[in-house]
């Protein structure tokens, strides 16, 4: 996960997503690099559009969460700390999404 990571972290910065890149970013992570996984990764990169697969990520469908009910009244103080955890919650399903994405392209 922290070589398809690193691949992200060097595509968002606008750099080249090269071996020499990503290794450099895994070793600033205290992360110990298998230089067959960094070659994988590298080559199955260049086939890859990463701003489409990123906007479909973005756009996929996510399975929702089972919906309990509410209580009748919540003070206004719980309301918005509940909503808080709704978009906590929402965007550890949009990083689920995209980490599953990428990890049926990498296997």
Known sequence: MEYIYASLLLYKAGK???EENVKKVLEAAGVEVDEVRVKSLVAAIKNIDIAKVLEQAAVAPVAAAPVQAAPAAAPAGEEKKGEEE???ESKELSEEALSEGFSALFG
């Open 16 to 18: 080249e997503i090269s």
């Open 86 to 88: 709704k978009k906590e």
